[in-house]
């Protein structure tokens, strides 16, 4: 059975970079004065990383490819977003990107590309609650050699999102919560099967998003191969 790798982490107030763990299930949860930020490590054949915005590092050293750090409150305005090899705590960091966040807004970094092409992806997360007996879905493509990409649902034959490209995402749309559903992922107009997701169950309520990572040329021994992941926020 799928399981959706997250990261939940909780550092001093002292720090002032995490202030609380936040959770969009909490309907009375408020951010007045900071923004709620996730980080997901998709840059195939690069080991566990660690992160920082501005000077103040979260401190993870088990941050692997396809793991995602859970929401935590983060000041606004312009940050420095810092990626460094886990392994080496001291070093200076092997990517830096200036990123901007808003006061009471859900982002999604995503950490893409080998070191020497590093990007750091920012998608605004939905708060908007899904309707009844569904669910909240996008697609994202963080393939880095993929063109636009298609993402099915096994067993039938229309896209639920079509011709998504490289460091982009679909739209959060409803979808009907269900059991054991099979996403897979195809280029854009085309038939050839790049990827499945092991089955997973949408559960009603909740918000979720289905991405790639690795390179649709690379190789499944080193797990650089094209592959479907998830989320939920």
């Known amino acids: 059975m799928f399981k959706i790798n997250s990261i939940s982490i909780t550092l001093l107030a002292s720090a002032m970079l995490v202030m ?14 900071a923004a709620a930020v996730g980080v ?3 840059s195939a054949g690069l080991p566990a990383l660690d992160v920082a915005l501005d000077n103040n590092r979260l401190g ?3 941050f692997n490819y396809t793991d995602r750090v859970d929401y935590f409150r983060a000041y606004t ?6 990626v ?3 392994s080496a705590p001291s070093s200076s960091p ?11 807004k859900y982002y999604s970094v995503f950490i893409t590309d080998t070191a020497a092409n590093m990007d750091a992806v920012v998608l605004r997360d939905s708060t908007r609650a899904a309707g009844k007996d569904s669910v909240r879905l996008r697609f994202a493509n963080m393939s880095p050699d993929a063109p636009g990409l298609d993402l099915y649902v096994k067993g039938n034959n229309t896209p639920i999102a079509t011709n998504i490209t490289y460091k ?11 059991g054991n559903v099979i996403f897979e992922v195809r280029r854009n107009g085309q038939t050839a099967l790049l990827a499945t997701l092991d ?3 949408l559960y009603k309520g909740r918000i979720y998003t289905v991405w790639t990572g690795g390179y649709i040329n690379g190789n499944a021994e080193d797990g650089t191969r094209i592959r479907l992941e998830a989320f939920a926020h």
Do not use: M
Request: with cysteine.
């Open 20 to 33: 609380a763990s936040c959770n969009k299930d909490d309907d009375h949860y408020y951010l007045p004065e």
């Open 40 to 42: 997901v490590h998709a």
């Open 60 to 62: 993870v050293n088990y």
């Open 77 to 82: 305005g312009n940050r420095v977003f810092k």
């Open 84 to 86: 460094y090899h886990a």
């Open 94 to 104: 092997i990517f830096t990107k200036n990123l901007t966040f808003e006061a009471g």
């Open 168 to 178: 982009t995402a679909s739209q959060f749309f409803s979808y009907p919560s269900a």
């Open 199 to 201: 089955p997973i169950n």
